[in-house]
């Protein structure tokens, strides 16, 4: 009875909800579906276009990330009066400025430290 | 008259132990609170290592480069072998809300399976790269992909242990409120590596093959 009462309550959008076995089954399938679609795509070169497939590959893992935080990890906006979801959002935002800061400078100085083969030809045909 | 205040006194009696069980609420909610700030500052980690290896996948100082080494259709085992224990882990906690020990004990085992498993898979993987000659000192994209992997690596490891731990715990002391709680954590930490899974599958193995 208390289990019933139990399941009844998470159903609904409290906060230390545990899932029922329908949301995690949701969850699986569709957890099933974004990874053997990514993997089929690269294993059987479907697309033939390394850009395009790279692009959906991402946005099918970043799809199934918020697939697994809502029907694994349960946070939504109401968990713990909203603290999942602001600590998670500052970590991504967080995730997000490290990840990009990193690539885009260090791409630059990649870019401006290499001498390219003018400026070596340049340097040896100064008197 | 007398009746009347024992009345309003009882009727105190009840909300103070309504509010002392909303405390114990509270309690409770911190705990996982806090579990789950440990979990989001585990995240910032793993983001400076995606970072790390982004910056460095692609020097690969002559030595072997991800489409020579990776393979695939073994990644997929692992990959779906991390996503079965993520759903049994799920059975177990639904087993343990309808206060089921022994269903709680065999998914929690099956789950542990799994996970043994996908570690297996690894340190199989690692063994054969490493036959290979591609070691951590052969490249920058090398040292770069076996920290970011082992340190996933070494998390689900941990996750092994403490599960093995929290049988102990269940078979000692049965449902209690501190092992639903315990079984709570380690279900957010489960899920947790398997979500970081899918940034290493998606970004280093199937982006790294590609590119």
């Not at chain 2, 911190?30 to 789950?36: A, D, I, V």
């Not at chain 2, 480069?65 to 639904?94: K, M, Q, R």
């Not at chain 2, 709570?184 to 093959?209: E, T």
């Amino acid at each position: 009875m208390t289990a019933s009462a139990h399941s009844n309550h998470e159903d609904g959008h409290h906060g230390e909800g545990h899932g029922s076995f329908k949301s995690y089954m949701i969850g699986f399938v569709l957890s099933v579906v974004l990874t053997v679609i990514p993997f089929y795509l690269v294993m059987g070169d479907i697309l033939g276009n390394a850009i395009w497939t790279v692009a959906i590959v991402f946005a099918l893992g970043a799809t199934q990330m918020i697939v697994h935080i809502y029907y694994f990890l349960h946070v939504t906006s109401q968990a713990e009066e909203g603290w999942l979801a602001m600590s998670i959002g500052f970590t991504v935002l967080l995730v997000v400025i490290v990840m990009t800061g990193s690539i885009w400078v260090m791409f630059n100085l990649q870019e401006n430290m290499m001498p390219g083969h003018e400026q070596i030809e340049q340097i040896r045909s100064l008197p | 008259m007398s009746t009347e205040s024992a009345l309003t006194s009882e009727d105190f009696y009840v909300r103070e132990t309504h509010h002392d069980d909303d405390g114990e609420h509270h309690h409770e909610t911190g705990t996982m609170l806090g579990f789950w700030i440990y979990l989001m500052s585990d995240c910032l980690i793993f983001g400076t290592l995606f970072a790390t290896y982004a910056v460095l996948g692609r020097n690969y100082a002559a030595g072997p480069s991800p489409a020579d080494l990776f393979e695939l259709d073994l990644i997929l085992i692992s990959t779906f072998l991390l996503l079965f224990s993520s759903i049994t882990y799920g059975f177990s906690v639904l087993r343990m809300d309808m206060g089921d020990l022994k269903g709680t004990q065999i998914w929690l085992i099956i789950t542990g399976l799994f996970g043994a498993g996908f570690l297996y898979m690894e340190v199989l993987e690692f063994s054969h790269l490493w036959h290979l000659g591609a070691t951590p000192m052969a490249s920058a994209f090398l040292s770069s992909f076996y920290t970011l992997v082992g340190t996933h690596g070494l998390h689900v490891l941990s996750g092994c242990i403490w599960l093995i731990v929290l049988l102990a715990q269940l078979q000692i002391h049965g449902l209690t409120h501190e092992n639903k709680r315990r079984v709570m954590c380690l279900s957010m930490f489960w899920h947790f590596l398997d979500l970081i899974w899918i940034g290493v599958f998606s970004f280093v193995y199937l982006a790294g093959v590609l590119v």
